[in-house]
């Protein structure tokens, strides 16, 4: 027998929760394939059988685990059944297991950095018929019958995610069943009166956010400050520059790459706005690592861009069209959402005209952007003249215990000089 430790996800991650089992108890399992999901504060990780052989679960989903424990085996020494499908089999299994230890018992050994490059090793995609498809879409597909050939990735460099097989599975499903109308009959939403109550266990990733924004609140003397910020000139030049910035870089051009090299320049002319409190010392950096907020179904999750203000436009949209569709696959590694100096997120994505964000600890600061909506101003061209501008606000939540609010006040008003003239980026 061979044991499946629950591997670390990470430093300072000493517990996690066993998710879902994708092979049951006596299933024959070849080398490599995803045996269960494990679900930290800040990650979820597959584990992959160490080897080929005969699983036998020893612990049920939902149970909390401790790092390194037992939560399963492989049966090396059963014979292989008739019609299993994979590849050499039990000699190859028990080859393996003699020869190598599982990635999960080595995760659980090692130190941070290489964890996470073994994790990511884990999750890279396999090509299927020349396109690349992550683990989770490819069983998803098996399950709905969706032929992964005929489907179109969104992920990076085309990679095919659980959305995309749902949506081809949703237009199968369309064209080969279509809606036929039917009599309308009187189906009460729910009976009259009913009062039904139901609980689910908040994931760990979910807990984790609730202790820091409670953290934040309680340890932080936090204040936000507004401005709002015309938008044609960066609107222009998307206009002007998109078709020939997405044909050289292949990403299009979005708002956020303005903002994040607008950041970076005011926390160079800011440096507090870019610094922690640990206990009575001020600890400033002389880089910039910009977390960026990104919304996902299990939760809000922060991604660091490392060393932002060395990032071109293209390098920094990129980074984050990576980072949105590893959040959707829920394939963020702990080291890609550890650290940051500072913290842009943007509201506007989901219609929101303003909101006061709350810090990300021990961050200082957090810049909130909010949608676009055009709005009767005085025309900057013409003094006097009113005219509708596209407008949105900007909210900047700092610590005061650091920052004073002259500060605060000037840093978001070099970020609005900044998108209103980004000509003055180039200078930076």
């Given at each position: 027998m061979l044991d499946i430790m629950v591997p670390s996800p990470g430093e300072s991650i000493t517990e996690v929760t066993l998710g879902q089992w994708h092979k049951h108890d006596g299933d024959w399992v070849e080398t490599d394939e995803v045996l269960v999901d494990i679900e930290s504060d800040k990650a979820t990780l597959e584990v992959r059988a160490p080897a080929a052989g005969v699983l036998r679960v020893k612990v049920q989903s939902g149970a909390e685990q401790k790092v390194g424990a037992p939560i399963g085996a492989i049966d090396t020494a059963a014979a292989k059944p008739a019609g299993a499908k994979g590849g050499a089999g039990n000699a190859a299994g028990a080859s393996n297991a003699a020869?190598?230890?599982?990635?999960?018992?080595?995760?659980?050994?090692?130190?941070?950095?290489?964890?996470?490059?073994?994790?990511?090793?884990?999750?890279?995609?396999?090509?299927v018929d020349g396109k690349k498809a992550s683990s989770l879409a490819k069983k998803v597909a098996a399950d709905k019958g969706v032929d992964l050939a005929k489907v179109t990735g969104s992920g990076t460099s085309g990679r095919i995610v659980m959305a995309d097989v749902e949506r081809a599975a949703t237009a199968v499903s369309t064209i080969a069943n279509p809606v036929k109308p039917v009599a309308a009959v009187a189906m009460p939403m729910a009976v009259a009166g009913a009062r039904?109550?139901?609980?689910?266990?908040?994931?760990k990733i979910r807990q984790r956010i609730a202790e820091r924004l409670v953290q934040a609140q309680h340890t932080a003397a936090m204040l936000?400050?507004?401005?709002?910020?015309?938008?044609?000139?960066?609107?222009?030049?998307?206009?002007?520059?998109?078709?020939?910035?997405?044909?050289?870089?292949?990403?299009s051009l979005g708002f956020m790459s303005f903002f994040v090299k607008a950041c970076c320049s005011a926390l160079k002319r800011f440096p507090k706005v870019n610094a922690?409190?640990?206990?009575?010392?001020?600890?400033?950096?002389?880089?910039?690592?910009?977390?960026?907020?990104?919304?996902?179904?299990?939760?809000?999750?922060?991604?660091?861009?490392?060393?932002?203000?060395l990032l071109s436009f293209a390098e920094i949209e990129l980074a984050i069209r990576g980072f949105a569709a590893k959040a959707r696959e829920g394939k963020l590694t702990v080291d890609e959402m550890t650290g940051g100096t500072f913290t842009i997120t943007n509201g506007g994505i989901y219609g929101s005209l303003m909101s006061t964000p709350i810090l990300n600890a021990p961050q200082s600061a957090i810049l909130g952007m909010h949608t676009i909506k055009k709005r009767p101003v005085e025309d900057p061209r013409n003094p006097g003249q009113i005219a509708l501008r596209p407008m949105m606000y900007l909210a900047l939540s700092y610590d005061h215990r650091i920052i004073d609010g002259a500060d605060a006040v000037s840093f978001l008003v070099h970020i609005k000089d900044c998108i209103e003239k980004p000509e003055r980026l180039l200078l930076d």
């Open positions: 020869s190598a230890a599982s990635p999960a018992s080595a995760a659980s050994k090692a130190p941070a950095a290489a964890v996470a490059a073994t994790v990511t090793a884990a999750v890279v995609a396999e090509p039904g109550v139901r609980r689910e266990k908040m994931p936000t400050t507004f401005n709002e910020c015309d938008m044609t000139e960066v609107m222009r030049l998307r206009s002007e520059h998109k078709e020939s910035f997405e044909k050289h870089h292949g990403v922690y409190i640990s206990l009575d010392e001020v600890e400033y950096h002389d880089y910039a690592d910009v977390s960026i907020a990104v919304g996902t179904d299990r939760g809000l999750v922060v991604p660091v861009l490392r060393n932002a203000e």
